[in-house]
């Protein structure tokens, strides 16, 4: 099999049994293997009904398993951390997504690759492009560095 690399974004906002968002996501760091580069924990406004502030990250991780295979190890994190499907953007424990591989673009049910919505985001964009400035979208191949630039020059509509 052939070994590639992943960018997972990490996010929480709820306290958990690992404690405060920022060691929830400490912990799920923990527990994914072939880890190869963590950003900072960043500290970020909630999107949509939430009220708590997000802890992010990003991690660059090496591994044989295919996406389907690494998205079933993140939600199986997920669930021992105590995340339940609920209301979108609502407060979770811990959130782990497969924002890109180095295999290029995935489809299949239930998951596409690159994540659907990653480049207009800040809350993934900044802790990514802090370890992986220069990786490319598959679907344009911008840079993920100017892909950040691009969500920092946005202005809100009237």
């Known amino acids: 099999m052939t070994t590639t690399s992943y960018a997972i974004a990490l996010g929480s906002n709820r306290p958990g049994r690992h404690g405060g968002p920022r060691e929830a996501i ?3 760091l923990a527990r994914i293997e072939g880890i190869y580069a963590v ?3 960043l ?3 909630p999107v949509g009904p939430s009220i708590r502030a997000f802890a992010n990250a990003a991690a660059l991780v090496r591994s044989e398993r295919s996406p389907p295979e ?3 190890m993140l939600k199986a994190i997920e669930r021992d951390f105590g995340r339940r499907r609920g209301q979108r953007w609502g407060a ?3 959130d782990l997504d497969i924002i890109l591989w180095t295999g290029g673009a995935w489809r299949s049910r239930g998951l596409l690759v690159p994540h659907a919505a990653y ?3 800040a ?3 900044h802790p990514l ?3 992986a400035a220069d990786w490319r979208d598959p679907r344009g191949g911008r840079r993920i560095r100017h892909l950040r630039h691009g969500v920092d020059r946005r202005r809100p509509r009237p």
């Open 26 to 28: 400490r912990a799920a």
């Open 39 to 41: 950003s900072p924990i």
């Open 123 to 125: 809350f993934v964009l």
């Open 92 to 94: 979770r424990v811990i």
């Open 129 to 131: 492009a802090s370890i």
């Open 43 to 45: 500290t970020t406004a």
């Open 70 to 72: 690494m998205l079933a």
């Open 119 to 121: 480049a207009s985001r």
